[in-house]
């Protein structure tokens, strides 16, 4: 194997295990940056001695280990610091007493230290972009430069963003533990509304020159799927993943050629992948198994399997899917369910229907700047023959957007009105 090979297998690696590794040595040494510069350091090791040496049998276990004794170390230069010149010698011999437990602790169960991991990375002390970036980099695997690229930001941004992230998270002493009772539904909320942004993202950029980052969809599943062998009794865990399979199963039907974006409505179901529905749709049925309510990650998989169950998009049904959004309006109010509450009216009942509930969102301020709102008023008013007024909401829309392919095609619908006017 080359050293290029080499190489690229230990990044594999890395961004498999990394995650287990950081959550064992935060639990040993409780500061999940220090844990991160141990873990780190024997990533270094690996990358000095396994070109040498070749690839171990085990090389997450590999990793693992030389991360123990990295945090065996740091624990020894801790007491060496802290304790009196007079205890020196008594309280060196205590902890080598110690040493044996800390390696036995390295080798426990690990799932409950990466559920913990994963509360510490989505605590709600730091900013919705922290905890993007410090899940990603911590339980993604993903390096500073790749974070970086992915969200189209400048990279000390970003690893200036993880620094206070973690600084912020020994500050506050968060604990290292799983949230219990009432917290843990708040903090449950939060993990996963992270890991949707990190999805979405890839889903539907909202910035640059790309449609579609693929990356970050599968890095948010991957996420998703930890998350629900973790906690295999939460239903809205099962549902976000149900939602986040069957929405990226449409990853290739998305985009044309050319790069070109492909809606919903416009797709070649054909280039749907069934093994991402059929996993979506196991997914769903779990979380309806074990849902005592139905929560919104639920209701939105349940949106989605309506859409993937449909052989074409004529035979959608769009009343089951109007009467589900609204009841997500109900448990989940937001003026962006409206807004897809009114599309799936308009396709049940017809457009006028669908914008007059479009039109009763106009004046709210949190729709403002997102050009979602002119775009589906500009789609309703088109189907109305109302072109003049389409092509001008095709236009603001393409001005709110800020990625080059969105603003692309809503100016080329703006044209497509522009010329059914002349030819009226």
């Known amino acids: 194997m080359s050293a290029t090979d080499i190489h690229h297998t230990i990044e594999a690696v890395w961004k498999i295990e990394s995650a287990r590794v950081i959550a064992g040595l935060t639990r040993l040494v409780r500061d999940v940056g220090v844990a991160e510069e141990l873990a780190q350091d024997a990533l270094v090791v690996a990358l000095e001695k396994w070109p040498e ?128 009772g009432t917290d843990f539904t708040a903090r449950l909320s939060s993990v996963l509304q992270v890991i949707y942004l990190i999805f979405n993202e890839g889903y539907a ?55 070109e974006p492909i809606l919903l409505l416009e797709q070649d179901r ?24 139905r929560g919104p990650y639920v209701i939105q998989a349940q949106i989605a399997a309506c859409h993937a169950r449909a052989p074409a998009n004529e035979e959608t049904d769009w009343a089951s899917i109007a009467s589900l959004y609204g009841e997500l309006a109900r448990i989940a109010p937001s003026p962006v369910i409206e807004l897809n509450r009114a599309v799936a009216v308009s396709m049940a009942s017809g457009p006028a229907a669908g914008l007059e509930l479009v039109d009763g969102l106009q ?33 603001r829309a393409a001005s709110i957007t800020r990625n080059v392919r969105e603003k692309d095609l809503l100016l080329e619908r703006a044209r497509e009105c522009a010329s059914g006017q002349q030819n009226n």
């Open 53 to 180: 040496t070749g690839i171990p049998d085990n090389p997450g276990a590999w990793l693992m280990g030389t991360a123990k004794h990295r945090a065996i170390d740091y624990l020894r230069r801790g007491t060496l610091v802290d304790r009196k010149h007079e205890d020196l010698g008594r309280e060196m011999a205590e902890k080598e007493m110690q040493v044996p437990d800390l390696a036995a602790a390295m080798d426990d169960t690990i799932g409950d230290d990466m559920l913990r991991l994963v509360f510490i990375a989505c605590h709600p002390v730091l900013s919705t972009e922290a905890r993007v970036a410090l899940t990603l980099r911590l339980l993604g695997g993903l390096t500073t430069d790749e974070i970086a690229r992915a969200y189209l930001v400048a990279e000390p941004t970003i690893a200036q963003r993880i620094v206070r992230a973690k600084r912020t998270l020994t500050e506050a002493q968060v604990p290292f533990e799983v949230p219990r």
């Open 270 to 293: 054909a280039k749907w992948d069934w093994l991402l529905i059929n996993r979506g749709l196991s997914a769903l049925a779990r979380a309806e198994q074990v849902a005592a309510r």
């Open 205 to 259: 950029a909202s910035s640059g020159d790309d449609w579609m980052r693929p990356a970050l969809c599968e890095d948010a599943l991957r996420l998703g799927r930890i998350l629900a062998e973790l906690v295999p009794d939460e239903a809205e865990v099962h549902g976000l993943v149900a939602l986040m399979e069957i929405q990226a199963s449409r990853t290739k039907a998305r985009v044309g050629a050319s790069g």
């Open 363 to 395: 004046g709210d301020p949190a729709l403002r700047s997102y050009h979602l709102l002119p775009s589906v008023r500009g789609d309703l008013l088109k189907k109305l023959g109302r072109l003049q007024e389409a092509r001008s909401e095709f236009e």
